[in-house]
């Protein structure tokens, strides 16, 4: 055996060279197919993983292999070395009803240790956690994600470099029943209870059958594998962007330090950013891991032209040729025993509760016991007869409301008593049945929160159910109103309590007799029925199917009168239910109801009772079994010998055979006889479907069968003979009841029999399962009334039939096997999967330690059309962080060996705070309710979106490329014009535009009109801090002009750094006097000196500025220790403060020799993070003041109110030069006020009853959160806001219409008019391009398709509809500013409604970058530039703005028809993700939907992650719950899946003072791990 394995490892290494030799002979169509994998590997369209197995499927034809090795084999030396030395032990011939040694179900853990094994301990990156969250992880058990998603189109069948793989076919017979593939197992083929890690001899299938292992060798054989494979070094994942070539399989890796214990100024490191630029910054471990390891991709420029047809389509799951298909012949129905007919017996279940009360008085009919296993009571038959009829009398005779009686036969009452009192159950339950009252029985409400409450109630509302009968205690401990009485629960009718302990029911008169009459089809009673969505359903049985059950029962277990049975299970339902409520009393049986407060005190009592009372029959769950398996060390001396049988009411869970096993493995020896366990399998609609016969009765021996999961995922049955891991082995649940008739329907569609090797879904025919949904009509038909068809289409037999929601197949012998319910079905893809199955393989996953065993949820969430695996479990308190994230993922790994299916979400809780079922387990569909609203609170959360998303769009594939001149011809013959648009044209000059120069129209306005207000501060409390006149402005200007000739030189560069007010306006104008270039300067954050200082030295240095002008106290704060730690007190140059300069003027104002001189620098940074200067010209100024002069009809009569920064863009353009160049009077009000005083501005605007007023973002974002709530009270201080006729926002980007319209709405109260809200667009080249203004129509909105924005296209859509994005105008074109759209690529001119680059040429552009800092590609072409094709003369600017043109309906003030112009954002800051051109404020949107915690969000990309930042406005523990939630989104809307998600605390994203985002400074602080985020989680 050791030889195989060494010749297989040389296999290994020679297969990557035998691969390269064949290269030279494969046909030419391979040769492409692997070139194009090559390139789309290149291009990060594709994962290694996805590669690897296309390049592998690909060469298989021509690899050559060696005879009888598993190919899985070639590729993996480790797994195939070790599993071969594995011993083997031969099969002896066995007794059939002994249970067979290789159905051994612990062997599953050892198939999933094998699994886990194939994965060469592939390591994940660790989401990171702050510390308050959760201990901090450590960085050793993190590396690099494996990123893309993979387009895995040939099913999952192939997995793990198996590069063949078809299930075993038969060619033996056309159409192989199902016993031909039982007889395969039944011979010994060697399969384990789950699987098993021997691999098959080379000799093919028939070489001699061995079994089980021995399980000491092989536990110890996986330890020294599993041992191997830890020793070894972390190995950094494949290089995703295929930018390193690799030469074979096992090359070297670089391996990745770890830096734990570095002290952080140790890790400078230099590296680039996405675009190449060198940064030196701190960069976190983790994440220099990750950027060492994923390159950023080459991508081709976003190309113009596109194949259409399939735009944004979903891929399709293409049907796998090799999936198995059944082959067997059709089904037919399969019948039950006769029932037997007695003499003598009872009419009905009330006339046998007669008999026995009257007959046999004192015979026990149930025991109780309380939590310390003493008996507490002993029911009689005699009891329960009184007890019964005293109760019937009272609800019928005693409870009355407006002299009426409150109940009539017929009406339903709910039963709400707790599992520990089955006594008072009975005796109500029975009382309602002697009253022809339809008893409806429910769990005890303990909380108003309770899972799953909100839906019983509306079963009780659906039910008409108005009173509810309890026990004393019980009524106590129910939650109280303030009032005394029972509280009404959430979604509950309101409900009369009665409680019926003896001193509340009245004894009936001598003459009073309950109708005890035969069983009819009225309803006896209702069980409830929770379905896989949480829904509650009523099941009604109707008195003949309660008593044909009953009967049904008796003679399948063999009942006979006064045995003695134990009852562990639920008495309110199913089957406790069954056989200890009805059963019990229709064949005088005693039960001992063991309640479940017991069993988790002392999981053995039911064992000692099943002892002390000799009782023949315990009915259990296998959860019992278990638990009492963990308990029995410590009791010698217990006995099973007297049990007849065990009946296992969850047999059908294909688990409990583990559990079955276990329990025979250890009781044997203490009597009990294998042949004892009956499991049985039952169904809420059908009631018990089947059940194993006790042994004596002429039965077939139990069966077994070993299924091929593979198999099981597309519905067909095939036996496993190849010794897979991935296997499911199920015992059968014996044979259909007496009486019944069962059939296999088809799962989906019209209800076709199924094949005999085809999994279906159960449906029984008898006189004894339920009669419908109560309430329910058309649920009902669909499932109580099912009319099976034959493969002709012709019915079955003309009985109705009712579906059972069990999933399996009748097997030979009659005998039924279950292998799943509907409710825990998963389809994924096409192929279904068991949720209990994927519990159980997360349960082998060993160590168990972290998590509790019986505390794991699985469910499936549909996301982007299909269903998404999610699996939930609680961790121990005691767990660590690093030990939990290894233990999900080898969950991970595990799950997709054994069921290969990709799991989307594994997230752990903490303990005890999953929902939680009435009696143990997780309540499922809760659980799943509260992951999709972000309710769940994970402490742990791994999301794999990358390995089980593959139905997304196929990447935009490239078009040849359309030239310009073919675009204008493709236009003119569509009939479209092409996009142009320009503003009216500058009136003719007026007074005050002979100046060429803006400080000339103040020395006029100063001599013309000395004593006009031009400026109004208001401070925080809304009063005036400080004016100026037209002379004041003048006379300040003159003096600082005074103070820097001399001392300045002409043409110097002077920063002036103040706050917002009019000194800053008088230093610019004196700048201007003494012939030196104004730079505006936001002035440090005496808070923030850290980040807020460099800025304004960065800004200082940038522009040349050979001084500083500033106040005195900003001077000291530039010269204060705070300060010398973020800059060098000395690095600063001259710096004056010009608070108290001397009253003198200069001799002669500076005059520039022409109007194309520099005026000033205007210097901002741009939302993608980079500093840009632009130099306006004297002219430009002038003539921007003009346009705005213009467009907002400003004279000196007139105001405005101004609530922006005035350092850049129009801000600094209204606040320094407008009121000057036009005369009006302009309100300031500094933003910073508005922290302390949020309604200032709208205040001030109320008070002057001012027309047109400007504000920024953030300040609007200010007063719908500061004010939202207090419209009202500002009512009440007689705000008014009707004066407004336009109220424009300044801002550099697309209108944010939530915003705008949200501020219209919450202040239309104070007479703010809708239309007056609008937006003005500037940008880096011209700083005002479009402006609403006070005349010209309304901006208009339109909505357009966000998937073919992507593709660069505009496709209008109605308002509404799936996918419609707003976009609003953004104002008029400003008088004497021409726009036009061009191609980014050809710079050809486009048409109407095409997206494209808007340029823009006008007298008022910039004149070029004066320099710009962190990017040197910004050049000349900005800002002079031509078109390729058409009008080739004109200049244009191109703004880096995506955009377009659209000619509306409406006209224009000069009579035109008017061109709308709509920004739809920064080509910069664009996302280019899978060949698709994504806006971040699109995803960033959607994101911010997701859950109301998120307060912000923005977005951006790091090598081909998408990287999603979220701030989350609440606790920290809602963290987790956002990653599921940002990924579901972002992958339902835009189609993307999401790489990182960070979670941050509000504030974190940094925001710009015009409020928009600075995405790329978010950028740098993420990889320079400077977020202190609360939590980062990795999807890989």
């Not at 009803?97 to 699994?115: C, I, K, M, P």
């Not at 609800?395 to 009539?408: A, G, H, I, Q, Y």
């Not at 649940?733 to 159960?762: H, K, M, N, S, Y």
């Not at 025919?765 to 949904?773: D, E, F, L, N, P």
């Amino acid at each position: 055996m050791a030889e195989r394995g060494s010749s297989a490892g040389g296999l290994s290494v020679m297969l990557e060279p035998s691969a390269a030799a064949v290269g030279m002979t494969l046909p030419s169509e391979v040769r492409e197919k692997l070139a194009e994998l090559e390139l789309e590997l290149s291009e990060g369209d594709i994962t290694q993983k996805g590669y690897e197995k296309k390049r592998s499927k690909l060469l298989a034809p021509y690899i050559p292999q060696i005879q009888g090795v598993d190919p899985s084999l070639q590729i993996d030396t480790r797994v195939q070395g070790s599993s071969q030395v594995l011993p083997v032990k031969h099969n002896k011939s066995r007794a059939p009803n002994t249970r067979d040694e290789r159905f051994r179900s612990d062997l599953h853990t050892e198939a999933v240790q094998a699994a886990l094994a194939k994965y060469k301990e592939r390591k994940m990156p660790m989401p990171s956690k702050r510390r308050s969250v959760l201990v901090q992880s450590s960085v050793e058990a993190c590396t690099p994600p494996d990123t893309s998603s993979a387009s895995e189109d040939e099913g999952s069948l192939r997995r793990h470099g198996r590069l063949t793989s078809t299930p075993y076919q038969s060619h033996s017979h056309s159409h192989p029943t199902v016993e031909h593939w039982f007889n395969r197992v039944i011979q010994g083929s060697s399969t384990s209870s789950s699987a098993s890690s021997t691999s098959s001899h080379p000799g093919g299938r028939n070489s001699a059958p061995h079994s089980a292992l021995n399980a000491n060798a092989t536990a110890a054989a996986l330890a020294d594998l599993m041992a191997h494979a830890h020793i070894e070094p972390p190995c950094a994942p494949p290089d995703v962007t295929g930018l390193s070539e690799r030469s074979s399989l096992h090359n070297e890796r670089a391996q990745v330090l770890s830096v734990r214990g570095v002290s952080r100024s140790n890790n400078h490191v230099v590296m680039e950013t996405a675009d190449g630029v060198p940064v030196n910054s701190r960069v976190s471990s983790k994440i220099q891991q990750l950027l060492n390891t994923l390159k950023r991709p080459k991508r081709p420029p976003l190309p113009d032209f596109f194949v259409d047809d399939f735009e944004d389509l979903l891929d399709v799951q293409q049907v796998d040729p090799n999936q198995p298909r059944p082959e067997g012949q059709q089904t037919s129905p399969l019948e039950g025993e006769a029932l037997g007919v007695g003499s003598g017996w009872a009419p009905s279940l009330t006339a046998a509760l007669q008999r026995w009360g009257t007959s046999q008085p004192k015979a026990p009919c149930l025991t109780a016991l309380d939590t310390a296993g003493k008996s507490v009571y002993t029911l009689t038959y005699g009891k329960l007869w009184t007890r019964s009829q005293k109760l019937a009398y009272t609800l019928l005779n005693k409870l009355s409301s407006r002299s009426e009686p409150l109940l009539v036969p017929g009406d339903r009452v709910a039963l709400v008593f707790p599992n520990s009192d089955p006594v008072m159950f009975m005796v109500a339950f029975y009382g309602c049945l002697l009253a022809e009252l339809v008893p409806v029985p429910i769990e005890v409400p303990l909380t108003k929160k309770d899972a799953g409450s909100q839906q019983i109630g509306f079963l009780l509302g659906s039910c008409g159910v108005s009173l509810a009968l309890t026990t004393d205690a019980c009524q106590k401990g129910l939650p109280k109103a303030p009032t005394g009485e029972v509280a009404t629960f959430k979604g509950w009718p309101r409900l009369l309590w009665f409680v019926t302990d003896g001193k509340h029911v009245a004894k009936p008169p001598k003459d009073w007799h309950p109708p005890v009459r035969e069983a009819n089809n009225d309803i006896a009673y209702i069980e409830y029925k929770t379905s896989k969505e949480g829904s509650t359903m009523g099941v009604s049985v109707s008195q003949a199917a309660m008593l044909a059950h009953c009967r049904s029962l008796t003679q399948a277990c063999g009942y006979t009168e006064g045995e003695t049975i134990t009852n562990v299970l639920d008495f309110k339902r199913e089957a406790g239910l069954w056989h200890g409520v009805l059963t019990s009393v229709w064949k005088r049986l005693h039960v001992v109801s063991i309640p479940y407060s017991l069993m988790k005190v002392n999981p053995l009592s039911w064992i000692q009772k099943v002892n002390a009372f000799k009782a023949v029959v315990a009915v259990v769950k296998s959860r019992d079994m278990h638990w009492s398996l963990l308990a029995q060390r410590e009791q010698r001396d217990l006995s099973l010998g007297c049990l007849r049988m065990l009946i296992v009411a969850d047999g059908a869970n294909p688990w409990s055979i583990s559990s079955c096993d276990a329990f025979l493995n250890v009781f044997q020896s203490r009597g009990l006889r294998p042949e004892v366990i009956c499991p049985c399998a039952c169904s809420s609609e059908a009631l018990t479907v089947a059940i194993r016969r006790p042994p004596d009765s002429s039965v077939p021996p139990p069966g077994k069968a070993v299924l091929s999961m593979s198999s099981l995922s597309y519905s067909v049955i095939r036996v496993d003979t190849e010794e897979k891991l991935s296997v499911l082995t199920v015992q059968d649940v014996g044979q259909v009841l007496p009486g019944a008739l069962v059939c296999v329907v088809r799962l989906e569609g019209t209800a076709f029999l199924c094949q005999t090797d085809e999994v279906g879904e159960i449906c029984v025919s008898s006189g004894a399962s339920g009669v419908a949904y109560y309430g329910l009509p058309g649920m009902t038909k669909n499932v109580f009334e099912t009319v099976p068809l034959s493969s002709s289409g012709v019915p079955v037999c003309d009985r109705a039939f009712t579906r059972t929601s069990l999933l399996g197949f009748v097997g030979p012998d009659g005998l039924v096997f279950v292998v799943g319910k509907m409710d825990g079905l998963m389809v994924v893809s096409g192929r279904r999967h068991n949720a209990d199955d994927v519990v159980a393989t997360a349960l082998a996953v060993e160590p168990m330690k972290f998590v509790y065993r019986g505390r794991i949820a699985v469910f499936s969430v549909s996301v982007l059309h299909d269903e998404r695996i999610v699996v939930v479990a609680e961790q121990r308190p005691d767990a660590s962080e690093e030990d939990s994230f290894q233990w999900m993922s080898r969950v991970l790994q595990a799950i997709d060996s054994i069921h290969q299916v990709g799991v989307y979400c594994l997230a752990l809780v903490p303990a005890n705070t999953l929902p939680k079922a009435p009696l143990g387990g997780i309540h499922i569909s809760e659980t799943k309710q509260r992951f999709l609203e972000g309710a769940l609170h994970p402490c742990n959360v791994l999301m794999c979106p990358h390995t089980c998303v593959t139905n997304l769009p196929k990447p935009r594939q490239k078009q040849p490329e359309v030239g310009p001149a073919s675009m204008i011809v493709g236009n003119l013959v569509s009939g479209k014009r092409i996009a142009q648009a320009c503003g009216r044209d500058v009136g003719l000059m007026e007074d005050n535009e002979q100046f060429l120069y803006i400080q000339d129209v103040l020395q006029w306005r100063a001599q013309a009109t000395p004593d006009h207000p031009l400026f109004v501060v208001l401070n925080s409390k809304g009063t005036v801090s400080s004016t100026a006149s037209c002379l004041q402005l003048h006379k300040k200007a003159e003096r600082v002009a005074a103070a820097l000739t001399g001392r300045l030189n002409t043409g110097d560069h002077v920063a002036l750094v103040y706050p917002p007010g009019v000194e800053l306006i008088a230093t610019f104008y004196g700048c201007l006097y003494a012939g030196c270039v104004p730079v505006t300067v936001r002035p440090p954050h005496p808070q923030n000196l850290a980040t807020t200082l460099p800025t304004v030295k960065m800004i200082v240095e940038v522009s040349k500025s050979v001084c500083i002008l500033t106040t005195q106290a900003i001077m000291k704060l530039l010269k204060s220790k705070e300060a010398a730690a973020a800059v060098e007190v000395k690095s600063w140059p001259l710096v004056m403060d010009t608070d108290d300069l001397p009253r003198k003027k200069s001799a002669q104002m500076y005059k520039p020799p022409t109007p194309e001189m520099l005026a000033y620098l205007d210097f901002s940074v741009s939302t993608t993070g980079i500093l840009a200067g632009v130099k306006m010209s004297h002219s430009a100024t002038s003539a921007l003041c003009r346009s705005v002069k213009l467009q907002c009809e400003l004279y000196p009569s007139r105001q405005i109110a101004l609530c922006l920064d005035p350092y850049c863009g129009l801000g600094l353009a209204l606040w320094c030069l407008c009121s000057v160049y036009a005369g009006h009077q302009s309100i300031l009000v500094p933003p910073l006020e508005l922290e302390t005083n949020p309604s200032l501005w709208l205040c001030a605007v109320s008070q002057y009853k001012v027309r047109v007023t400007f504000c920024s973002y953030s300040v609007m974002e200010m007063c719908t959160k500061g004010l939202g709530a207090q419209t009202e009270a500002l009512k009440m201080r007689s705000v008014n806001l009707s004066c407004v006729r336009t109220c424009m926002v300044v801002a550099e980007e697309r209108p944010r219409i939530a915003l705008t319209q949200s501020f219209s709405k919450i202040f239309k109260d104070l007479g703010l008019s809708p239309r007056a809200v609008s937006t003005t667009f500037g940008c880096r080249v011209n700083l005002a391009i479009c402006l609403q203004g006070t005349s010209g129509p309304d901006p208009t909105t339109v909505y357009v398709d966000m998937r073919a924005l992507r593709h660069d296209r505009v496709r209008l859509v109605e308002k509404g509809s799936p996918h419609s994005l707003p976009l609003m105008e953004s104002g008029k074109i400003l008088p004497g500013v021409k726009v036009i759209i061009a191609n980014t690529e050809t710079k050809g001119p486009l048409g109407d409604s095409h997206l494209g680059e808007v340029w823009v040429s006008s007298p008022h552009n910039a004149s070029g970058y004066y320099t710009v800092y962190g990017e040197e590609a910004l050049h000349a072409d900005h800002f002079n530039t031509k078109l390729s094709f058409g009008d080739t003369q004109t200049v244009w600017a191109r703004t880096g703005y995506l955009g377009f043109l659209r000619r509306t309906e409406l006209t224009d003030a000069n009579g035109e028809r008017h061109d709308a112009l709509y920004v739809v954002g920064s080509v910069d800051e664009t996302l280019e993700l899978r060949g698709m051109r994504y806006h971040p404020i699109d995803i960033e949107t959607s994101v911010i939907r997701a859950h109301r915690s998120i307060a912000e969000c923005a977005v951006f990309t790091w090598t081909n992650l998408l990287v999603v930042v979220v701030e989350l406005e609440g606790s920290e523990q809602q963290a987790l719950d956002l990653v599921a939630l940002v990924t579901n989104v972002v992958l339902e809307e835009h189609y993307l899946i999401v790489g990182v998600v960070v979670v941050v605390d509000p504030g974190v994203i940094p925001i710009n003072s015009r409020g928009e985002k600075q995405r790329m400074h978010l950028r740098d602080g993420f990889l320079a791990d400077q977020l202190d985020p609360i939590y980062v989680a990795y999807n890989m």
